[in-house]
């Protein structure tokens, strides 16, 4: 049995990427700068510790919703940097509100539930390089406490 954390997200284009990258100003504080090659920008739709038996399973459960899935058009409002829980910087592209995001965030962390914990998450089981943040421990264990993608 190996245990793997794992963030389940919607990745935009290259060329959208590129742009979140540059509209971000980040603090000398800041935990996570993004790139296009090693932390990507992105959209969590879950978060959760997967025990390597049940991959195969929840693969099949993101095919069969991605078979579904229609093109999503997505704005963002602004950006920020806040501070989070280890007292770090953190800044961010915030997304305007989307329902269809929200329905799909929460039909996938309704499916993927049974499959994941959030228990005893440790940077151990994150892959790296990059060093992951210890605070990356803290979303995936209380990634399911909240209830919209945009929290």
């Not at 799909?104 to 390089?129: A, C, G, R, Y």
Request: glycine residues 2%; charged residues 20%; hydrophobic residues 45%.
């Amino acid at each position: 049995m190996s245990l793997i954390a794992v963030d389940i997200v919607l990745l935009p284009s290259l060329p959208i990427m590129n742009e979140v990258i540059e509209l971000i100003d980040y603090s000398n504080d800041s935990v996570i700068c993004l790139n296009a090659q090693n932390c990507l920008p992105h959209i969590s739709l879950a978060m959760g510790v997967f025990d390597d038996k049940n991959i195969a399973e929840a693969g099949a459960v993101l095919n069969e919703l991605a078979q579904r899935l229609d093109l999503l058009e997505l704005e963002i409002s602004r950006t920020q940097t806040k501070t989070i829980a280890d007292g770090k910087d953190i800044s961010e592209a915030v997304i305007d509100h989307n329902p269809r995001l929200t329905e799909l965030h929460l039909e996938l962390m309704k499916l993927l539930n049974p499959l994941l914990t959030h228990e005893n998450v440790q940077t151990n089981m994150f892959f790296s390089p990059p060093q992951v943040a210890d605070i990356s421990t803290t979303w995936v264990k209380h990634y399911f406490d909240k209830k919209t993608p945009s929290e």
